[in-house]
């Protein structure tokens, strides 16, 4: 009944209404505003206008404002948006990209949203496209759109009234008890040492902590009693410092939240408030706003009090005694590595004395060793990058780090080492091994002692051969071999 009234005020007021719907879209057309008030039933949910501006308003400031009839406060699901010359893109109805938006106004679902463009950011001739994306279809809006031109910076909503904040070029100063862009939202004060016990809050309360005078950090304690929610239940407390852009704290804009459950009743955490400035045109400090979201009924507690000297200090030390008890542990384990890898090396140095010991036992007589040419045949050079391309090492499935050094020389291999590979799939450098069986004329594995004489080397790329006619890494016509190293190529 209100709205109908509502509906015949403004036309005997001559208020244009503008209906938003099927035939609203079918025709094409946009609506082009040209007076600075209309009353606006949107039924579909996508509902676009455009107004273009003349000479006489770049200089002006441009404050385009949506005050709803239907729905109402906190249950308004819908995205304001204005965009200079283009129409917004959107992609699927969810996600609209736009020149200006009023979150505040999106994330608090308020029956009062505003955007204002700034005077000489635009040209003559320039057309706004606004565009009120509805996320449920179902519902029908109805809501005035005015445009307003002034030579200062408005402020949303006047700040609701006088009685709730002041505007300053632009900014709402808000009375102590209203926080939000527009002063819309009340909000409880908490005081230093002054404890505010027994609060019953039901859905969403505000709270709000200004300092008298300049701190670096407080102690915020919050606590719950008397939980009448449901088990799975959670209640969400989130906080931010006061900005004019996002207005309250939110699941979507805050510095921090924290959540209750049945088996978590206090929290307790120390909160930088360096950051809070004193604003010498508003008459006062930036403030530390907190939101509170309770899904049924809870009572509440707040504490905000300075951190005592005993506590930092506290703070202090425990953070000295973790980085040194840190800096022993990486020591200790430095300590046991080195270990480690020198007793590795001397064992492996150790195996290899032994094996030539032990060859020398057994072989009698003068060796012939393999000429450099055999060593370049047989064993061709590859870069220690490309091992794990080596058809042995692919063959055998040998993960290359565990190649890390050349067992002769004892020097860890880089990337560009070149390096060689013994048909017994040992890997050292390629001089290393060259100065081991061309210069020392051994004819054994450093490694393992598999003989690698001409006779058994002749012996492994026959099997070689035979069994991998696909990949004939030891043929000795290769057109895979440039400067005396392997190329590797994948076979399509």
């Known amino acids: 009944?209100?709205?109908?009234?509502?509906?015949?005020?403004?036309?005997?007021?001559?208020?244009?209404?503008?209906?938003?719907?099927?035939?609203?879209?079918?025709?094409?057309?946009?609506?082009?505003?040209?007076?600075?008030?209309?009353?606006?039933?949107?039924?579909?949910?996508?509902?676009?206008?455009?107004?273009?501006?003349?000479?006489?308003?770049?200089?002006?400031?441009?404050?385009?404002?949506?005050?709803?009839?239907?729905?109402?406060?906190?249950?308004?699901?819908?995205?304001?948006?204005?965009?200079?010359?283009?129409?917004?893109?959107?992609?699927?109805?969810?996600?609209?990209?736009?020149?200006?938006?009023?979150?505040?106004?999106?994330?608090?679902?308020?029956?009062?949203?505003?955007?204002?463009?700034?005077?000489?950011?635009?040209?003559?001739?320039?057309?706004?496209?606004?565009?009120?994306?509805?996320?449920?279809?179902?519902?029908?809006?109805?809501?005035?759109?005015?445009?307003?031109?002034?030579?200062?910076?408005?402020?949303?909503?006047?700040?609701?009234?006088?009685?709730?904040?002041?505007?300053?070029?632009?900014?709402?100063?808000?009375?102590?008890?209203?926080?939000?862009?527009?002063c819309s939202r009340k909000a409880t004060p908490i005081m230093i040492d002054k404890k505010l016990e027994n609060l019953t809050i039901t859905g969403t309360e505000y709270f709000y902590f200004e300092q008298t005078k300049q701190l670096d950090t407080i102690l915020l304690d919050v606590g719950i009693s008397n939980i009448l929610i449901s088990e799975y239940s959670q209640i969400f407390v989130y906080f931010m410092f006061e900005n004019f852009k996002y207005g309250v704290p939110t699941p979507y804009y805050n510095n921090y939240s924290f959540s209750f459950s049945p088996d978590s009743k206090t929290k307790s955490l120390i909160i930088d408030v360096s950051g809070l400035n004193y604003n010498s045109d508003l008459y006062r400090f930036d403030r530390l706003l907190l939101t509170i979201v309770v899904p049924d009924t809870c009572q509440f507690y707040f504490n905000i009090s300075v951190p005592s000297e005993d506590s930092e200090v506290n703070t202090n030390l425990m953070l000295i005694y973790f980085l040194v008890s840190l800096a022993v542990v990486l020591v200790l384990t430095w300590?046991?590595?080195?270990?480690?890898?020198?007793?590795?090396?001397?064992?492996?140095?150790?195996?290899?004395?032994?094996?030539?010991?032990?060859?020398?036992?057994?072989?009698?007589?003068?060796?012939?060793?393999?000429?450099?040419?055999?060593?370049?045949?047989?064993m061709r050079k590859i870069l220690w990058k490309n091992l794990e391309k080596h058809p042995k090492i692919k063959e055998k499935k040998i993960d290359t780090i565990q190649f890390e050094s050349c067992t002769v020389c004892l020097i860890e291999y880089d990337k560009e080492s070149i390096c060689r590979v013994t048909p017994c799939v040992h890997v050292f450098h390629?001089?290393?091994?060259?100065?081991?069986?061309?210069?020392?004329k051994h004819e054994t594995c450093p490694m393992c002692r598999e003989e690698l004489n001409e006779q058994s080397l002749e012996k492994f790329a026959e099997i070689e051969k035979s069994n991998n006619q696909e990949t004939q890494v030891f043929k000795k016509v290769d057109q895979n071999i440039q400067n005396g190293l392997i190329v590797i190529q994948q076979r399509p």
């Open 1 to 182: 009944m209100i709205l109908i009234l509502y509906y015949f005020f403004i036309t005997a007021l001559g208020i244009q209404t503008i209906n938003i719907n099927q035939d609203y879209l079918e025709n094409g057309e946009l609506f082009e505003l040209e007076d600075s008030d209309y009353y606006v039933i949107q039924e579909v949910g996508n509902g676009t206008m455009v107004f273009q501006v003349s000479s006489v308003d770049t200089q002006k400031y441009l404050q385009i404002e949506l005050i709803f009839l239907a729905p109402g406060d906190g249950e308004v699901n819908l995205s304001f948006t204005i965009s200079k010359n283009s129409l917004p893109s959107m992609k699927d109805n969810k996600t609209i990209s736009a020149t200006y938006a009023d979150v505040n106004g999106y994330y608090l679902r308020k029956s009062y949203q505003n955007i204002v463009i700034p005077a000489n950011s635009f040209r003559s001739g320039d057309k706004f496209y606004i565009t009120n994306l509805k996320r449920e279809e179902e519902t029908t809006y109805q809501y005035n759109i005015r445009i307003k031109k002034t030579d200062s910076t408005p402020c949303p909503n006047d700040c609701t009234s006088v009685s709730l904040g002041y505007c300053n070029i632009g900014t709402c100063a808000c009375e102590p008890n209203r926080v939000d862009l527009d």
């Open 430 to 440: 390629a001089d290393c091994l060259q100065a081991w069986m061309v210069e020392k």
């Open 335 to 378: 300590i046991i590595v080195t270990l480690i890898r020198y007793r590795q090396r001397n064992r492996v140095q150790n195996e290899i004395q032994q094996n030539q010991i032990q060859l020398s036992q057994q072989r009698r007589g003068q060796k012939n060793g393999i000429s450099v040419q055999q060593l370049d045949y047989y």
